[in-house]
């Protein structure tokens, strides 16, 4: 009996079926922003990781060194307090000074800064890993910085930082599912409405199928590309 | 400025929510703690299991593994608090929380446990076995103290991770610190300034992890 009330609650195929079209619509939601914020945050990561170690080195004039500590307090933070928590901060506290982001920007934006501070810290690791002969080499030679950056060190860097970055991104990116919690129509909360008009909770094992579909091969892909690049 | 200052960091408010959000953080670092331990101890046993190299048990565990990892912690949440009554349990939210938790946890522990033991030179675990000794007297006294050392750079970073995602039992309504922090800043207080408190805290609380992380994974070397 309690077996038969099991299936008929959460593997219940016909309610399964009956709202696929719905899952599919919430479907792209989720892919659309974990897309949008994947590349926004490696980008703005990448960025970030070249303007630290520029404004590192040792010929930079104090005061510009001293912006390197704003940016370690933004990584640092983004790297400790829960995703969860700070989209509820920027969600619900931000209107409060008369800040009002819609929730699939909101939504963007915080997948943004999260990822982008991991992704950062990858590729900082990444340029170091470049043997700091390579930069001398290439400045001697009459190259700018930034032409040194863009056409020896983050070639390399980028090779050393792939590993670990797909990972880290890809586990991260697996949880834009959060934005259900400030009512972004994505997979789960199109999951969630229907939980609520049904009182059938199938919808949020199709969408559990849905989720892993989607990041199964993404993560294998990451676990390759380990494989492949460390040896 | 002064909007800013009595929206966010009210030192009124955040003086008069203190004991709701202690009671929250409290519940936030015994979830933690528990379930790292329940995921820790899963993980362990399951890559010790794997070590085996019993093929079908080998499917089940790279199933588990693979499938936990690619399914979003939220929606483990829910499918937890959902279907244990169904399957005859029905426990306090906290311990529905540990059961997400450890499920999640273990999959990524085992990964990490693993591969330490796949750096172990398997020319020890033959000496090992030819000495005399069985697969588990070999997994304690010989494979394990040394796989310590190897893992304990993602070890951390996993823990941390794990830690950082217990702020999902607020979405079941498990009452930890984002949890009492969302109810003093709407309904209490009808001021951000918990929430922001509460964001600090966090960080407070998980930034000496995150930089230990790093040193390890520099000193150590990430695996």
């Known amino acids: 009996m309690r077996i038969g009330d099991l299936i008929h609650m959460f593997f219940n195929g016909q309610y399964m079926l009956r709202i696929l079209p719905e899952l599919g619509k919430g479907l792209l939601v989720t892919v659309e922003i974990a897309a949008l914020s994947l590349a926004l945050g490696v980008g703005l990561g990448l960025v970030l990781a070249v303007i630290r170690v520029a404004i590192s080195r040792k010929t930079t004039p104090w005061p510009i060194r001293l912006l390197n500590y704003p940016l370690v307090f933004y990584v640092d933070s983004m790297r400790s307090i829960p995703p969860l928590v700070t989209l509820v901060v920027v969600y619900f506290a931000l209107p409060y000074l008369g800040i009002y982001i819609p929730r699939y920007w909101s939504a963007v934006i915080v997948f943004v800064l999260v990822l982008a501070a991991f992704a950062e810290e990858i590729f900082r690791a990444g340029i170091e890993a470049v043997p700091p002969g390579q930069v001398e080499a290439a400045r001697s030679l009459g190259l700018s910085f930034l032409q040194t950056m863009v056409s020896v060190v983050i070639p390399q860097a980028f090779r050393i930082a792939l590993p670990p970055l797909t990972s880290r991104l890809i586990a991260i990116t697996k949880d834009v599912s959060l934005v259900s919690v400030i009512g972004v129509s994505d997979l789960l909360k199109v999951a969630k409405m229907d939980i609520a008009r049904s009182g059938n909770y199938s919808a949020l094992i199709a969408a559990a199928l849905l989720f892993t579909l989607l990041f199964w091969p993404l993560m294998r892909l990451s676990m390759f590309v380990e494989r492949k690049l460390k040896t | ?223």
Do not use: C
């Open chain 2, 1 to 223: 400025m002064e909007q800013f200052i009595y929206n966010f960091f009210n030192v009124d408010i955040m003086y008069r929510s203190r004991i709701i959000l202690l009671a929250g953080l409290k519940n936030t670092v015994l979830l933690a703690v528990v379930s790292l331990v329940f995921a820790i101890a899963v993980g362990l046993f399951l890559a010790v299991l794997r070590g085996l190299k019993f093929k079908p048990l080998n499917w089940l565990i790279v199933a588990y593994v693979d499938f936990f990892r690619a399914l979003p912690t939220i929606v483990l949440f829910m499918i937890v608090y959902y279907m244990l009554p169904y399957l005859g349990f029905s426990p306090p939210v906290f311990w529905s929380a540990v059961v997400a938790l450890t499920i999640n946890g273990a999959a990524y522990f085992e990964e990490v446990f693993r591969a330490g033991i796949e750096s172990v030179d398997p020319g020890q675990s033959e000496a090992a076995r030819s000495l005399g000794l069985n697969y588990l007297q070999t997994m304690r006294h010989v494979i394990l103290p040394q796989v310590v050392r190897v893992v304990l750079p993602p070890a951390t970073s996993n823990s941390v991770e794990l830690a950082k995602t217990t702020a999902l039992a607020s979405v079941i309504s498990m009452p930890d610190l984002l949890y009492k922090a969302q109810q003093a800043a709407g309904g209490i207080f009808a001021n951000p300034t918990p929430l922001v408190t509460a964001a600090l805290i966090f960080l407070v609380m998980f930034w000496p992890f995150v930089r230990l992380t790093g040193y390890l994974e520099k000193k150590i070397g990430a695996m």
